[in-house]
């Protein structure tokens, strides 16, 4: 697989022939399999590590190499044909975020489609069997089959809930059924079976959610679990009617009616726990959650260029308006109870989904992807008649908060970057980055070249392992960044906003690979000095950013001191989602 070696492939500019030989083969273990893509990261970085060493940061571009850039073509064209993937491929997606629940997919046939490994254990399905040999009573089979046919012919139901009885072990068996939609194969019904042990941390999950004691939540899980009250009351130690008592106050707090009720609501938390969204085909005309989140359409605008371009509306309708900068990974929703703070507060939030992202279209490789996204969003506040307004960004996202501050169109009244981000001027400030967000922001400076393959394959492993599992590898060092994700009201906001980012069929790697480029390549120093004296600036960050640590976030105060920086200790980057009142108190004061 490999070629002879360039010139290039020893020396201090290049790699050495033993570590090119090795990035090269994990390069196409990527390309075929994107789960290896941390074997990719961890390699490549230490390769690269000490060539970053002395490097000029005003032209710092690294292996320069005709070869190694021609195998990461090939890789990538790799990656595209793994990309149109078989029909089972796309059916087996639909399962695999059920990691630990026992899973299949139901043709229109009630033939099983697709069975994950859980099912096959416990339910004792196998692919291609007829629903029949699911080991439950034989009338519950047709309960089965009468419920997928419903859901399928019913545009009015989207979920079922049955409870059956295993007919080896003769206890309950709950069972959850909805449609989906694979991509172009038409409608599935998906069932999810109570037959496994609950996910980690959902009795915390519970807690949370329902301000149970540590008691109630373990009993909710039993009862989902399909335990009785004798049995729970033994595995417990205590007496059937204590059990009985905290069932009682269970309900009470849930405001659940009866134990049917109260798992079938514990079953959708613990859909939410392990990432058991609705598959989607693609892109919608509107942005509808799962659980809290009220459904928003996209508004539609037609550019000079004859693009497509849309955005979102959150909050009051008709308030008074604040421009929300979303970040690459397209997090265009916030969780529902801070878009119905704002609709109570009369705030309108205006959300551009940018180029090659969602259903706005993308713009050519020969156009200034970072001007476009400027003037895309001008055009988005004027159609909505706004003349004056804050700016709220997240992450990178300060660097078009600028960029829009540098234009007469529109009187910015603040900039309130959340996580914010100013431009990069030391190389420490990339290596003090966690791996991930190194390898894509400094590969941004150092292999720009060598950087639309990386980014390609990072959302090819987010589309395989979902995308819990991919901010958990994320921001995995990051402890209050993974305890943000996993308040379910920010879980659902993050997973269904960046739905304009990536779907089973939609990935905007282009786009997030242009913005990234813009705001690694160009020195943007200027524009932040131009709002020095004329525009109030204030940046929330958090102490655990893995983009901008503490150190760099000092040099940030040193470099810009007449920026407001605020830092909350137990945030990182997602600090907007856990902080999100603060933001708004903020906001509402440089409403114009």
């Excluded at 959650?289 to 009051?316: H, K, N, S, W």
């Excluded at 008709?318 to 990974?329: C, E, Q, R, T």
């Excluded at 939609?506 to 997030?512: L, Q």
Aim: charged share 25%; glycine share 6%; with cysteine.
């Amino acid at each position: 697989m490999t070629e002879p070696a360039h010139p290039m492939s020893g020396g201090d500019d290049g790699l050495t022939g033993r570590t090119r030989d090795e990035a090269i083969e994990r390069l196409y273990d990527v390309a075929l399999d994107p789960s290896r893509y941390e074997t990719l990261l961890d390699l490549w970085e230490s390769a690269l590590k000490p060539l970053r060493e002395g490097v000029d940061l005003s032209a710092p571009r690294l292996l320069d190499d005709h070869t190694i850039s021609s195998h990461f073509d090939r890789a990538g064209a790799f990656l595209d044909r793994l990309d149109q993937s078989s029909t089972q491929d796309q059916l087996n997606a639909a399962i695999a975020p059920f990691d630990k629940v026992a899973a299949f997919l139901l043709d229109q046939k009630g033939k099983v489609a697709a069975v994950n490994g859980a099912a096959e254990q416990v339910l004792g399905l196998v692919l291609g069997d007829d629903i029949a040999k699911m080991r439950v009573n034989p009338e519950d089979v047709e309960s089965i089959r009468v419920a997928a046919r419903l859901l399928v012919t019913d545009e009015n139901e989207n979920t079922a809930v049955l409870r059956l009885r295993s007919r080896e072990k003769g206890h309950f068996v709950v069972v959850r059924l909805q449609e989906v939609q694979v991509g172009d194969r038409g409608a599935y019904v998906l069932a999810a079976s109570s037959e496994v042990s609950c996910p980690d941390g959902f009795e915390d999950i519970l807690k949370r959610a329902f301000d149970l004691t540590g008691a109630e939540a373990s009993v909710v899980q039993n009862l989902v679990e399909c335990c009785s009250v004798k049995e729970i009351a033994e595995q417990r130690g205590r007496s059937v009617d204590t059990v009985r008592a905290q069932i009682k106050s269970i309900l009470s707090k849930t405001e659940t009616k009866s134990q049917i009720e109260l798992v079938r609501l514990a079953l959708s938390v613990m859909d939410m726990s392990n990432l058991t969204i609705k598959a989607d085909p693609g892109p919608r005309i509107v942005s509808r959650g799962y659980a809290t989140l009220e459904e928003r359409p996209f508004q539609t605008l037609i550019t000079p260029d004859g693009r497509r371009l849309d955005y979102l509306v959150l909050g009051d309708p008709a308030g008074k308006p604040v421009l929300f900068l979303p970040l690459d990974y397209g997090l265009v929703r916030w969780p529902a109870s801070a878009e119905a703070e704002a609709k109570t507060r009369g705030i309108r939030v205006i959300v551009p989904v940018r180029a090659g992202f969602g259903q706005s279209d993308m713009v050519p490789s020969s156009v200034d992807y970072d001007e476009t996204a400027t003037r895309d969003t001008l055009q988005i506040l004027a159609a909505e008649g706004v003349r004056r307004c804050p700016i709220i960004s997240l992450g990178s996202d300060s660097h078009y908060a600028f960029s829009l501050a540098g234009h007469d169109e529109v009187e910015l009244t603040a900039i309130i970057a959340c996580a914010g981000v100013l431009p990069m001027t030391n190389r420490a400030q990339y290596e003090r980055m966690e791996k991930w967000h190194r390898f894509i922001l400094a590969g941004a400076r150092y292999t720009p070249h060598l950087l639309p393959f990386m980014v390609k394959a990072g959302f090819y492993l987010a589309r395989k392992i979902g995308k819990r599992g991919f901010i958990h590898a994320v921001y995995g060092n990051n402890p209050a960044d993974i305890e943000t994700f996993e308040n379910p009201e920010v879980f659902e906001a993050m997973v269904t906003g960046s739905e304009t980012a990536l779907t089973d069929t939609h990935s905007s790697h282009e786009a997030f690979s242009r913005m990234v480029m813009g705001e690694q390549q160009t020195d943007w120093s200027f524009r932040v000095q131009a709002q020095k004296g004329r525009l109030p600036v204030i940046f929330m960050n958090g102490a655990q950013d893995p983009q901008v640590p503490l150190a760099t976030l000092d040099e940030f105060r040193a470099d810009y001191d007449w920026i407001d920086f605020r830092l909350y200790d137990d945030a990182g980057q997602l600090v907007f989602f856990r902080h999100w009142r603060d933001v708004l108190d903020e906001v509402e004061k440089h409403l114009g």
